[in-house]
């Protein structure tokens, strides 16, 4: 039976973000999917895919990506077949990436229950990750449910959205899952607040389980224009033709997330909540959280780092040799191909600024 459900598991990483917040690491060219900024030997991508190795065979694994990210995702996923790298024309948001995917996944497999994950996200404990989405799978394998983990809030935090459950309900098959209630937008501070004290908001981590026919079905039922678009390239689903005629009908999609498009709209939706150490690492403050801090709160990504009266920072110099820092307090050090970039931790949303 386990093997029968290993067969049907499919995941699909998303990773066409541009990821500027990083800059002067990240790039345009060069986004922090695609980067090892944990300083740990392998990418945001390839810790991604290490994740899911006992979920789903490496031939079940898509990558829906941006063109010009195509060389990159093939040198660092190279186990992945070339064929299951989906390469989109232009960005259109998360709707019609999950839908081309979904297409794609149901020409090869009707029963398929497909995981949706970012490419760019932090998971501290992956064995409870893993024993999480199994959970799930199962769930949505029996029945015509979507499921999204929800992350119990460690602090107010204003730069997720929430997820409002309903703990009276839990599913019959899985107690550990609940009925949503509803999807709540970024608050404002106070908000936050409010949502950790009631105890049954948290956070959205954007990561999604669900059978291929209930997502497909979705669509056809919420999103009927982007569903036709998708559904009458049914017969050329793995052929040569497939990339020629998802380039010409990609930018006529509606620029919308799945969120908006099915999640807000749908009925059968159900919330996991989970505590697996999660973070989108949008920014260089939740970089540093999930970084080895010395005693006085510093974090250092690289080699032959000295701090002298120096705290709260996080300092990312891996192609520098030497680098002595003396006197800052709440800053972010970062280079990066000969570019320097010092900030305030407090002023980080500037940096999309300095460097436009």
Not at 31 to 45: M, V, Y
Request: proline content about 4%.
């Amino acid at each position: 039976m386990k093997q029968e459900q290993n067969n049907n598991n499919y995941v699909v990483i998303m990773a066409g973000g541009v990821g500027s917040r990083f800059w002067p690491m990240s790039s345009e060219e060069k986004p922090k999917q695609f980067l090892d900024i944990l300083g740990c030997g392998r990418t945001l991508l390839q810790m991604t895919y290490d994740r899911f190795t006992s979920v789903c065979p490496s031939d079940h694994v898509y990558i829906v990506t941006a063109k010009k990210y195509a060389d990159i995702v093939h040198e660092q996923l190279p186990e992945v077949p070339v064929g299951n790298v989906l390469l989109e024309p232009c960005r259109r948001n998360t709707a019609p990436c999950i839908a081309y995917v979904s297409w794609v996944i149901k020409s090869k497999n009707n029963n398929a229950n497909i995981v949706i994950a970012a490419s760019d996200h932090f998971i501290a404990d992956t064995q409870s990750f893993v024993n999480s989405i199994n959970s799930c799978l199962k769930f949505t394998s029996e029945t015509d449910s979507i499921v999204t983990l929800g992350i119990k809030p460690r602090h107010p935090e204003t730069g997720y959205g929430y997820i409002e459950a309903d703990l009276s309900y839990s599913s019959p098959t899985n107690n550990n899952i609940y009925r949503v209630d509803s999807f709540k937008e970024k608050p404002d501070l106070e908000i936050a607040k409010q949502y950790v004290k009631e105890n049954n908001y948290f956070w959205n981590s954007g990561i999604f389980i669900w059978n291929v026919n209930t997502i497909i079905n979705a669509f056809r039922v919420y999103q009927p224009s982007l569903s036709k678009l998708f559904e009458d390239l049914r017969p050329f689903y793995g052929t040569e033709r497939e990339q020629e005629l998802i380039d010409e009908i990609y930018p006529q999609c509606e620029n919308i997330s799945v969120d908006y498009a099915i999640m807000e709209k749908a009925d059968e939706i159900y919330v996991y909540p989970a505590s697996f150490g999660w973070s989108d690492l949008g920014t260089w403050s939740s970089l540093k959280a999930h970084v080895e801090q010395d005693s006085h709160g510093n974090a250092c990504i690289g080699n032959n780092i000295s701090l002298f009266e120096t705290s709260d920072c996080i300092i990312h110099t891996t192609q520098e040799r030497q680098v002595v820092i003396q006197g800052l307090n709440g800053y972010i050090v970062s280079e990066k191909d000969g570019v320097l970039l010092i900030c305030k931790l407090s002023e980080e949303q500037r940096i999309k600024l300095f460097h436009d």
